[in-house]
């Protein structure tokens, strides 16, 4: 019996791409004879007829899988569900949207059989993205990288093979407050780099904007390291002590020298600044106690509302036992 492989496909609101990307990868996984293929679609909440293709996706091929997320909870919730339900040996996560071909995967695949664990494609070039995009990206994983001792993979997404036991250690991270490329990091393994081109987007628009972007820069920074934290108390404490230094200054001043205690223009600019870096540490604090506040009402990280044309009953905890779970067909 042939091993499975399953093709991962979190997907929001990309009926214009759907087809495309399926075709494709039928075209690709068709030349594979070794192994078993599962395709499976996790429609994140979509809003266009995204679900109404893959269902249709799903009767023409029973390789086609899909779970029904009961709103949209995001990318990196939507990967988790998708490993919760894939069914394979390794599972391969690609974008819907095409910009990252198919046609890598029996790379992915020769390298997995050699013994690796990871295989994941890095960007050399990124098309159809303003060069103010790829800014930003390189400074962000230059700063994460100099803020943990985690080695962190640059200019790599989310289009990967994992194989199942890499895949068992990403479904034990169930913290709410998801960062996924650092977590493919922070679980090791071995890890095999392939280099591609990405081309822009087949159809529609991307559904990172910059707000959602530093979202997630930030879900990043704070997942992984602490340093923020520290900084914020080594410059407190710089700033106290030269607030101390000055103001022993001023004292042996009048006390020595008569001199009157004057300067109020730049009395009120040092309290501004003072205040003003109070407030941004204090952000800083609040970001991670909000992540504190998030973790420990301990909430599901998704609800399913339908997997491969079932209900999915919400599982019920009796006495902090769980119940079996049953699926109820339509």
Not at 143 to 165: A, Y
Not at 257 to 269: H, Q, T
Request: some cysteine; overall charge neutral.
């Amino acid at each position: 019996m042939n091993k499975i492989i399953s093709i991962l496909v979190p997907a929001y609101n990309e009926e214009q791409a759907l087809r495309s990307l399926y075709k494709r990868l039928i075209s690709v996984i068709g030349q594979i004879h070794t192994y078993d293929f599962e395709v499976l679609f996790v429609n994140d909440g979509s809003e266009d007829g995204t679900i109404s293709i893959i269902k249709s996706l799903r009767e023409q091929d029973s390789r086609v899988s899909f779970v029904d997320l009961s709103r949209n909870f995001g990318k990196e919730v939507a990967m988790i569900a998708g490993l919760d339900y894939a069914q394979g040996d390794a599972v391969i996560i690609i974008d819907a949207d095409l910009q990252d071909p198919p046609e890598l995967i029996p790379q992915m695949i020769q390298y997995w059989e050699q013994g690796f664990d990871d295989v994941y494609a890095k960007r050399i070039s990124r098309s159809g993205e303003t060069w103010f995009k790829k800014w930003t990206s390189g400074n962000f994983y230059k700063v994460l990288q100099k803020l943990t001792s985690i080695p962190i993979q640059q200019d790599t997404g989310d289009f990967r093979l994992l194989d199942k036991r890499c895949v068992e250690a990403i479904k034990q991270l169930r913290e709410s407050q998801r960062y996924t490329k650092g977590m493919f990091s922070w679980i090791g393994f071995n890890k095999k780099e392939i280099l591609f081109d990405r081309d822009p987007r087949i159809a529609g628009e991307t559904k990172w904007n910059y707000l959602k972007l530093i979202d997630l820069a930030i879900e990043g920074i704070t997942s992984f390291t602490t340093k923020p934290l520290r900084i914020s108390a080594g410059f407190g404490f710089a700033i106290s002590i030269c607030a101390f230094v000055f103001m022993l200054w001023i004292v042996f001043k009048t006390l020595a020298f008569g001199e009157s205690v004057v300067g109020y223009p730049s009395l009120m600019a040092v309290i501004l600044f003072i205040g003003g870096i109070q407030l941004i540490f204090l952000g800083i604090i609040g970001e991670y106690l909000g992540r504190v506040f998030n973790e420990t009402k301990r909430r599901p990280l998704y609800f399913v509302n339908e997997y491969n044309n079932s209900k999915v009953p919400v599982e019920i905890y009796i006495g902090g036992k769980k119940e079996t779970k049953v699926y109820e067909k339509i």
